[in-house]
T-cell receptor, first 115, second 116 residues
Framework: EPEVTQTPSHQVTQMGQEVILRCVPI?????FYWYRQILGQKVEFLVS????????KSEIFDDQFSVERPDGSNFTLKIRSTKLEDSAMYFC?????????????FGEGSWLTVV | AQSVTQLGSHVSVSEGALVLLRCNYS??????LFWYVQYPNQGLQLLLK??????LVKGINGFEAEFKKSETSFHLTKPSAHMSDAAEYFC??????????????FGQGTILTVHP
């Protein structure tokens, strides 16, 4: 079964450092997403991406965050200068099309620990 | 704005017993509703979804959920729990149409423990 893959599975970084989380969505999918889950809290929407641009973003997704689809397969989330509160599990997700009923597939997540 | 409330952060059942995980939603438009499961050290896996067809939705692993508009609920059930059902379960809502489909709003999650 096709799956969304994410790397790294776990990263520890120092506060203020840049981090890039990588995702390979399912190959025929058109919509891409990042969500995050701070330990003990809800899974929260960060951003959606379609046709090489951001289609929607949440209040969490401030100027420190950016997304990119640098080639035909990867979808990345960059955090420019990490803060302690960025420590969370980050989930990438993808979806085939905008018509109703399409399932959103999630990756296994990337644990980010900022120290 | 949409929201999801999952009643009970922890539910414990005996193997073979009924599983009932509660989810109530709030949405200004007819919603799409989902249940996801997260096993330890794994990602979010879709269990089932409601997208305006039958109100009783059957999913994987013997789970089902019923959409009740009058109660704004989408509770998840399984007649007989199995040890392998132990996981965290998330209810989520999405409004319909356009690119907002995919902007899921999740509940807090319910950890299901199954005792032998």
């Amino acid at each position: 079964e096709p799956e969304v893959t994410q790397t790294p599975s776990h990263q520890v970084t120092q506060m203020g450092q840049e981090v890039i989380l990588r995702c390979v969505p399912i190959s025929n999918h058109l919509y891409f997403y990042w969500y995050r889950q701070i330990l003990g809290q809800k899974v929260e929407f960060l951003v959606s991406f379609y046709n090489n641009e951001i289609s929607e973003k949440s209040e969490i997704f401030d100027d420190q965050f950016s997304v990119e689809r640098p080639d035909g397969s990867n979808f990345t989330l960059k955090i420019r200068s990490t803060k302690l509160e960025d420590s969370a599990m980050y989930f990438c997700a993808s979806k085939e099309a905008s018509t109703s009923g399409n399932t959103i597939y999630f990756g296994e997540g990337s644990w980010l620990t900022v120290v | 704005a949409q929201s999801v409330t999952q009643l009970g952060s922890h539910v414990s059942v005996s193997e073979g017993a009924l599983v009932l995980l509660r989810c109530n939603y709030s949405s200004s438009v007819p919603p799409y509703l989902f249940w996801y499961v997260q096993y330890p050290n794994q990602g979010l896996q879709l269990l089932l979804k409601y997208t305006s067809a039958a109100t009783l939705v059957k999913g994987i692993n013997g789970f089902e959920a019923e959409f009740k508009k009058s109660e704004t609920s989408f509770h998840l059930t399984k007649p007989s729990a199995h040890m392998s059902d132990a996981a965290e379960y998330f209810c989520a809502v999405s409004d319909r149409g356009g690119t907002s489909y995919g902007k899921l709003t999740f509940g807090q999650g319910t950890i299901l423990t199954v005792h032998p």
